[in-house]
């Protein structure tokens, strides 16, 4: 069974620009969930998808948006990158996001911002 | 609100020494659940164990044991006989049994261990 799949691996961007970072999750999983991982803030979440709608969103500005599509792969958005979005991005599914469940997590998108 | 805390930000240990990483973590809720993951330098977190609430039996499973007590807030994580690929950074996180669909991490224990 194959496991959750995040990509790219890596990307360089310039301030301004956005980002579109991609992840598929483990088959049978309808749970999508994004968190950011900096040395400073360690692990914070940004927000769950279910069945293509958001369920939960973390303490992060607009610019970082995400949708799922009816395969439950997902996607997220930054917009307007700013120094500070450089990080480590992982996307974790579950069966049903609920809290009981276990996440697997993919090996993360690494974003630097320069 | 929900936090946890890790507040061993390194442990350095002898291969086949016990190592023992500590959790703190916070809740209003009756009904959680407290979960150890594992990132190894490939990035991916790996699920090690799950406790839930309540239930305070501790268990033993390989290698690896836990510690959960309700009275201090804790759910301590030990490795017994380290090996050199028990390295990695080891995260704590907390989730409510339903409802808002995320975790709380703690800031995780890097964890050398030398051979």
């Known amino acids: 069974k194959a496991g959750v799949t995040q990509t790219p691996r890596y990307l360089i961007k310039t301030r301004g620009q956005q980002v579109t970072l991609s992840c598929s999750p483990i088959s049978g999983h309808r749970s999508v969930s994004w968190y950011q991982q900096t040395p400073g803030q360690g692990l914070q979440f940004l927000f769950e998808y279910f069945s293509e709608t958001q369920r939960n969103k973390g303490n992060f500005p607009g610019r970082f948006s995400g949708r799922q599509f009816s395969n439950s792969r997902s996607e997220m958005n930054v917009s307007t990158l700013e120094l500070g979005d450089s990080a480590l991005y992982l996307c974790?599914?579950?069966?049903?996001?609920?809290?009981?469940?276990?996440?697997?997590f993919g090996s993360g998108t690494q974003l630097s911002v320069l | 609100a929900q936090k946890v805390t890790q507040a061993q930000t390194e442990i350095s240990v002898v291969e086949k020494e016990d190592v023992t990483l500590d959790c703190v973590y916070e809740?209003?809720?009756?009904?959680?659940?407290l979960f150890w993951y594992k990132q190894p330098p490939s990035g991916e977190l790996v699920f090690l164990i799950r406790r839930n609430s309540f239930d305070e039996q501790n268990e033993i499973s390989g290698r690896y044991s836990w510690n959960f007590q309700k009275s201090t807030s804790s759910f301590n994580f030990t490795i017994t006989a380290s090996q050199v690929v028990d390295s990695a950074v080891y995260f704590c996180?907390?989730?409510?049994?339903?409802?808002?669909?995320?975790?709380?991490f703690g800031t995780g224990t890097r964890l050398k261990v030398l051979a």
């Open positions: 974790a599914s579950s069966r049903e996001g609920q809290g009981r469940e276990k996440l697997f």
């Open positions: 996180a907390l989730s409510e049994a339903q409802g808002t669909y995320k975790y709380i």
């Open positions: 809740t209003r809720d009756t009904t959680y659940y």
